[in-house]
């Protein structure tokens, strides 16, 4: 998050020609983010979400090796006529940020919705897939789960996986 503000945001290499805005459903944005289950990156945090969000100077990877959960989150509102619902950025506390200023954030889940982890939401994010009593079934980036069977621990991946309501939530952006 310091890197984004000292550099003043990200900005793509190339202009997206692929994007469109507007306020698409809960139903397209999770069918872009389904569209990647079982994605890993390559090398340390280096992805194409990052590649289409833009270089963040100081990381690895000629500026692209930065942590990806948010980018991978803002790819797919990009990318499923969701563009105006939540933030380009790979900063989560940026995204918290844009959510509470359009009085969009909450602590009630919903489909479609995007979880923020952590203190003042800072740790991680992902889309909300599913919400149970006590649960919910989520859609992330730069996190860990399973694909064939096999599980990877260290977060290189796109993964759908159920997680529990709790305190390490800081709430959701609608």
């Known amino acids: 998050d310091e890197r984004i503000r000292e550099q003043g945001g990200v900005e793509p ?3 997206d020609t692929a994007t469109r805005g507007g306020f ?3 139903a397209t944005l999770l069918a ?4 990647h289950l079982g994605y890993r990156e390559t090398g340390e945090n280096d992805t194409k979400f990052n590649h289409w969000l833009g270089r963040i100077t100081s990381y690895p990877h000629d500026g692209f090796g930065y942590p990806w959960c948010h980018a991978f989150v ?3 509102l990009w ?3 969701n563009a105006d619902c939540g933030p380009r950025t790979a900063s989560c506390l940026a995204g918290v ?3 509470k200023s359009r009085g969009r954030f ?3 889940p919903h489909v479609g919705d995007i979880v923020y982890f952590g203190p003042n939401g800072g740790t991680h994010v992902e889309l909300v897939v599913g919400v149970g ?4 079934t989520t859609i992330g980036g730069n996190t860990s789960g399973s694909v064939d069977g096999q599980t990877f621990f260290n977060g290189n991946g796109v993964y759908q996986k159920v997680v529990k309501r709790s305190s390490r939530i800081f709430g959701y952006g609608h």
Request: with cysteine; net charge negative; charged share 30%.
């Open 13 to 15: 290499e190339e202009p």
């Open 24 to 26: 698409g459903a809960a």
């Open 32 to 35: 872009e983010a389904k569209k």
């Open 74 to 76: 803002s790819y797919c």
């Open 79 to 81: 990318h499923s006529d």
């Open 97 to 99: 940020d844009w959510f």
């Open 106 to 108: 909450s602590q009630t």
């Open 133 to 136: 009593t006590d649960t919910i």
